[in-house]
T-cell receptor, first 111, second 116 residues
Framework: QQQVKQSPQSLIVQKGGIPIINCAYE??????FPWYQQFPGKGPALLIA?????SEKKEGRFTISFNKSAKQFSLHIMDSQPGDSATYFC??????????FGAGTRLTVKP | ETGVTQSPTHLIKTRGQQVTLRCSSQ?????VSWYQQALGQGPQFIFQ???????GRGNFPPRFSGLQFPNYSSELNVNALELDDSALYLC???????????????FGPGTRLTVL
């Protein structure tokens, strides 16, 4: 059922580093690409989302880069902090398609 | 304004049994989606309810069924439990269909189901 491939599975960076998480999708009908952050024992929470007519979106320290022709998008976290340590999921959907999630990336930011 | 709540938090069942999980949507939300999240995996869409009607279903067998009530709360029922049904079950609510832009989904904390 997964139509969104996410990498890497896990990532360890030092405080202040810029972790980058990548996703690729198959269905060209997708028109909504959110990223979710999940802490242990909690449900996913929306972090930032983008539409395919935009190549980049920035909200605070979080930036999505989107490449429509390559069907790829990525999340960059600037000046990462230990509090950013969580599992991150990319997803894709449209009004006619249910939301498909990537397998997740476990990020650890070391102090 | 209360967020999405789910009950119970944890549940242990044996193979072949039936289970009902409950979800209260966020105030003002008319759509509820259910997801199954296996350990170390991303959530997988089970189905979505919009104004008490099923609106979209993922690749899950008919023994997974649901209901949405007039107050937009929802239930997920799973019959004839199998070992592979062990997972975290997440409920998410939104205003309008969850696949569309600007219809942000708000997730509950989930119900951890263990099937022995």
């Amino acid at each position: 059922q997964q139509q969104v491939k996410q990498s890497p599975q896990s990532l360890i960076v030092q405080k202040g580093g810029i972790p980058i998480i990548n996703c690729a999708y198959e269905n060209t009908a997708f028109d909504y690409f959110p990223w979710y952050q999940q802490f242990p024992g909690k449900g996913p929470a929306l972090l930032i989302a983008i539409r395919p007519d935009v190549s980049e979106k920035k909200e605070g320290r979080f930036t999505i880069s989107f490449n429509k022709s390559a069907k790829q998008f990525s999340l960059h976290i600037m000046d990462s902090q230990p509090g950013d340590s969580a599992t991150y999921f990319c997803a894709a959907s449209s009004t006619d398609n249910d939301m498909r999630f990537g397998a997740g990336t476990r990020l650890t930011v070391k102090p | 304004e209360t967020g999405v709540t789910q009950s119970p938090t944890h549940l242990i069942k044996t193979r072949g049994q039936q289970v009902t999980l409950r979800c209260s949507s966020q105030s003002g939300h008319n759509t509820v989606s259910w997801y199954q999240q296996a350990l170390g995996q991303g959530p997988q869409f089970i189905f979505q309810y919009y104004r008490e009607e099923e609106n979209g279903r993922g690749n899950f067998p008919p023994r997974f069924s649901g209901l949405q009530f007039p107050n937009y709360s929802s239930e997920l029922n799973v019959n004839a439990l199998e070992l592979d049904d062990s997972a975290l079950y997440l409920c998410a609510s939104s205003v309008g269909l969850a696949g569309a832009m600007n219809n942000e989904q708000f997730f509950g904390p989930g119900t951890r189901l263990t099937v022995l």
